[in-house]
């Protein structure tokens, strides 16, 4: 396991003696079986050691990111009822009754904690990730260990995934669920080399690939795009050990995985999957070949279907008077719905909305299976905006716009992006006689909403659009 930029490297030996020490002091701190511990990490060995440090102890995970703002931060530590935060930062200001420590370094001597079975197995929760969902604000998505192990077997059933003498770049952000999973997880379970880099750099990426010599990327479409940009040769020198890419949280446009196979001979596979699935659900890797537009097949051991709003196994029909509404389909559409071992235990903290009596999680993903079998992702039932694989509610930053005294309404919605999938955009309008510019609406939520939640375009209008009950009709402005 290794750093990029600062050269810190250690054997699996060592990172064993690290997690012990880490939840040796966790239990000091009073962490107990099912008491939750908040990480506040980078991609980094810091954040490696402090996850299985924590599930070591019997803990259960919070991964939260470091860069989220103050109030967004304390609010997801105040939801999830985190006794503990690991963070970097020492001058972090916590909320009453909760405990900062800092990340394990090298122990001094021998390691004393002993594992006394609190680590938790089966139905425990190993992990509560947080994600916006269709119907509120963020809920935490209560991951077992028995779903974590479920999905890293699933992904071990395609043939080429991973194996013990890869080398797998991993510069998505742990605590996101992809980064995780696929990324984190899955080089553990296999023993491969995990090469960590806490921010992607075009340039700088390229050059660790070469140096680290990667055989295997973990990425999304923002990665690969600003790869494409690249020049051939450079591209072909510095990737020239990659045998194998995987994109995945947003849709890779074909351009850019026409021009990477071009330049480097390797192709690029996506895949598709939600954090309530532990992720992965369906990858191109199971045939063997990308197919531009699709994410491919279900993995070995999870079961897919088409079904309508209401959980029945048919078709979802679509609107004829609506022409946005009408596609180049081999198959009919309908919500993608998931079975498996890998499915999440409901949301935190009651369990509750999670897979039906059957099995069954019905998503709110609207998609079609193409004559091959393969599935495509069409749209979304709702009005969720995904931004490189994070989930941003509008009401959430509406909310935050309309804080501002100059607006007196305000509407987002995702647009479409080649390098995140999609982008925020805002339609605000003002208050009468106010005075007011796109920089200081996006100066606002920067202070108050994490980087991916903060409008990349905003436009003025004089109103917006209606149902006759009032209701803000979102498709109307996207």
């Excluded at 742990?174 to 990324?183: A, E, N, Q, R, S």
Aim: net charge negative.
């Amino acid at each position: 396991m290794r750093e990029t930029g600062t050269g810190r490297g250690l054997t699996y030996a060592q990172v064993e003696a690290l997690v012990r020490a880490q939840a040796g002091r966790l239990v000091d701190a009073g962490i107990e079986p099912g008491d939750r511990v908040a990480l506040r990490l980078p991609t980094a060995v810091d954040f490696v050691v402090a996850i299985f440090g924590a599930l070591r102890a019997g803990a259960v995970v919070v991964p939260l990111s470091p860069q989220a703002p103050a109030p967004e931060f304390e609010k997801l530590l105040a939801h999830s009822g985190a006794k503990v935060v690991i963070t970097r930062d020492t001058e972090e200001t916590l909320p009453d009754g909760v405990t900062g420590l800092t990340p394990e370094s090298d122990p001094d001597g021998p390691v004393e904690f002993v594992d006394d079975g609190r680590a938790g197995a089966g139905e425990d929760i190993a992990v509560v990730s947080y994600t916006s969902g269709t119907t509120g604000p963020p809920r935490g998505v209560m991951l077992s260990h028995r779903a974590l192990l479920a999905n890293l077997e699933q992904l071990s059933g395609v043939e080429g995934v991973l194996t013990h003498d890869d080398r797998v770049l991993i510069t998505i952000p742990l605590f996101h669920v992809y980064g995780l999973g696929p990324g984190l997880l899955q080089a553990v379970s296999v023993g491969a080399t995990a090469i960590l880099s806490e921010r992607f750099e075009a340039q700088r990426t390229l050059d660790d690939c070469a140096e680290h010599g990667v055989t295997t990327i973990t990425g999304v479409p923002t990665m690969y795009s600003e790869f494409a940009a690249l020049g051939t040769e450079e591209l072909r020198g510095k990737l020239a050990t990659v045998r194998r890419m995987t994109s995945g949280a947003a849709p890779l446009h074909p351009k850019v995985l026409g021009a990477l196979r071009e330049a480097t001979g390797v192709d690029v596979y996506e895949g598709y999957g939600l954090t309530e699935c532990a992720p992965v659900v369906t990858s191109t890797l199971v045939t063997g070949y990308p197919k531009p537009g699709s994410v491919g097949r279900p993995l070995p051991g999870v079961e897919l279907r088409l079904v309508d709003s209401d959980g029945t196994d048919q078709a979802v029909p679509l609107d004829p008077d609506d022409v946005d509404d009408v596609f180049e389909a081999d198959g009919e559409t309908g919500l993608v719905s998931i079975r498996g071992a890998n499915l999440f235990s409901g949301y935190w903290p009651d369990g509750g909305h999670g897979p039906d009596d059957e099995g069954w999680f019905r998503t709110g993903d609207v998609g079609y299976l193409d004559v091959d079998g393969d599935l495509h992702l069409v749209d979304r039932a709702n009005d969720l905006i995904i931004v490189n694989g994070f989930n941003v509610f509008p009401t959430e930053v509406e909310a935050v716009i309309t804080e501002l005294p100059e607006v007196a309404e305000a509407a987002v919605v995702g647009v479409v992006d080649e390098r995140s999938g999609e982008a925020v955009k805002a339609f605000v309008v003002p208050a009468a006689g106010a005075s007011l510019s796109e920089q200081q609406v996006v100066d606002h939520c920067a202070a108050h909403l994490a980087g991916y939640k903060v409008p990349h375009a905003v436009e003025f209008a004089e109103s917006l659009p209606h149902s006759a009950t009032g209701k803000l009709r979102r498709v109307r402005l996207r």
